[in-house]
């Protein structure tokens, strides 16, 4: 069973998730509830903890840091007005922790690679238009500690592939995964001043969110057609893949694919 653990001085959070029943049949156990930074940390090197929620005020503003510094791979969750919306995040939380446990290979589990693996996942459903609102966006990418924000500007490049090309015809019964995987190990996770996600949305059609390393910058059009126009040369060169670009395009931020 997944563990929690909720840190707030709110006496009326804490009144909440004390009323809220049922842990064990969502697969968690009953979350454990701290006041301090201290009893936090000691909680935490005590017990295994695999999701935290802390109360958003300036009180815990050691622990947020300790926690962005010392567990990269630990869920956060945000604490909700209501049980209603809180067992809605739970409910979510529950399908993230299930993709980053499981059981994929009898390879050693390497934990900072399947959380990788899981941000891709939601930032496929993101590129999608599978999540109806920023907001949810927003939440959901804070949650799996993504590096990417639903407000900062970014690039969209759109790809299409002939979906009788051989490549595609040996392989596509395989599923989409495989070639997921392969065009990513091609752009790779970061090239130059933006970090790349691939999501292939078709047997025609592949989308590349290119986002910028250092938020405060702003990608320019010309180095993203450059660095796409290059890694596509050489999937066609390796592969025989042959991809051409349909459009790249500005994007005001990831909140633009919102229910698209």
Known sequence: MYRLLIVTENQTVQDMFDGMTGWEIMGFKPPRLRVSTADALECMQKHSIDA???????????????????????????????????????RELDRMLGSLYADRSNDYYDLPAALQM???????????????????????????????????????????????????????????????????????????DMRLHVAVISPEEVRVLCYPKDDSQTLEKSS??????????????????????????????????AGA
């Open 224 to 257: 993203v057609v450059s660095t796409v126009e290059d890694t596509v040369e050489q999937i066609g060169n390796y592969l025989g893949l042959e991809m051409n670009i349909l459009e790249v395009r500005p994007l005001p931020g990831l909140g633009a694919f």
């Open 118 to 192: 899981t941000q891709e996942k939601l930032l496929k459903s993101i590129v999608c238009g599978l999540i109806p609102t920023e907001k949810e966006q927003a939440i959901r990418l804070s949650m799996l500690r993504c590096y990417e924000r639903t407000d900062v500007p970014c690039m969209l490049a759109r790809l299409g592939m002939d979906a009788d090309d051989p490549f595609l015809t040996s392989r596509w019964h395989y599923g989409s995964d495989r070639l997921e995987v392969a065009l990513r190990n091609f752009f790779g996770n970061v090239q130059d």
């Open 52 to 90: 935290i929620a802390i109360d958003e005020t300036p009180a815990f503003d050691d622990l947020r840091r300790h926690i962005t510094e010392k567990c990269p791979t630990m869920l956060r969750f945000p604490i909700m007005e209501t049980a209603e919306e809180q067992w809605k995040i739970i």
